[in-house]
């Protein structure tokens, strides 16, 4: 089953904008939420990351909300740019006891910033 | 530093034919993660290397094995491939239990015909 959901699939944010991409998960022993941004041919980049014991993370024009009562997180672009222009995934994980772990990956977003 | 490099960078295949892909973690990393993103969807954790051992595994068949060797790269081996089998291959690599520092390569697209 999808660990973690995504939405929306897809989002069209005028440039100076503020776009917006939830996710919700189930597992609550997840302990570590990033987000990664994905451009056509690349593979993904970690673009900023929270743990829940904070509720907000920023950096630059990036912040991820984090609401652990609800199981859910957000990432919010201000001042979207076309540059910004790419596909955003949430993850989440959690470590077993020798260390390894594994990321779930939300279904993505497509955004796309109209100059 | 050259980051994660993965290669082939795109391979055509057809039904039931073997492939092997072939991932160099970055520079100091000592652990190799594989993921299988289809076309439009999210990656999905196929294995774990680490000291040349599969340390965890999502869930995918065991057509689906790897191998990590002791510079640290490692193989995707996939057999008796399927149509469904088509889709990027993405390798991330990390120091083990780091992944909040994991870097993944730009992946192999992989097409079976």
């Known amino acids: 089953q999808q660990q973690v959901k995504q939405s929306p699939q897809s989002l069209i944010v005028q440039k100076g904008g503020i776009s917006i991409i939830n996710c919700a998960y189930e597992n609550t022993a997840f302990d570590y939420f990033p987000w990664y941004q994905q451009f056509p041919g690349k593979g993904p980049a970690l673009l900023i990351a929270i743990r829940p014991d904070v509720s907000e993370k920023k950096e630059g024009r990036f912040t991820i909300s984090f609401n652990k009562s609800a199981k859910q997180f957000s990432l919010h672009i201000m001042d979207s740019q076309p540059g910004d222009s790419a596909t955003y995934f949430c993850?989440?994980?959690?470590?077993?006891?020798?260390?390894?772990?594994?990321?779930?990956f939300g279904t993505g977003t497509r955004l796309t910033v109209i100059p | 530093d050259a980051g994660v490099t993965q290669s082939p960078t795109h391979l055509i295949k057809t039904r039931g034919q073997q492939v092997t892909l072939r991932c160099s973690p970055k520079?100091?990393?000592?652990?190799v993660s594989w993921y299988q993103q289809a076309l439009g969807q999210g990656p999905q954790f196929i294995f774990q290397?680490?000291?040349?051992?599969?340390?965890q595994r999502g869930n995918f068949p065991d057509r689906f094995s790897g191998h990590q060797y002791p510079n640290y790269s490692s193989e995707l081996n996939v057999n008796a491939l399927l149509l469904g089998d088509s889709a990027l291959y993405l390798c991330?690599?990390?120091?083990?239990?780091?992944?909040?520092?994991?870097?993944f390569g730009p992946g192999t697209r992989l097409t079976v015909l």
């Open positions: 520079s100091g990393h000592d652990t």
């Open positions: 993850a989440a994980t959690l470590g077993d006891q020798t260390g390894a772990n594994n990321l779930f």
């Open positions: 290397y680490y000291e040349e051992e599969e340390r």
């Open positions: 991330a690599s990390s120091l083990m239990g780091r992944v909040d520092e994991q870097f």
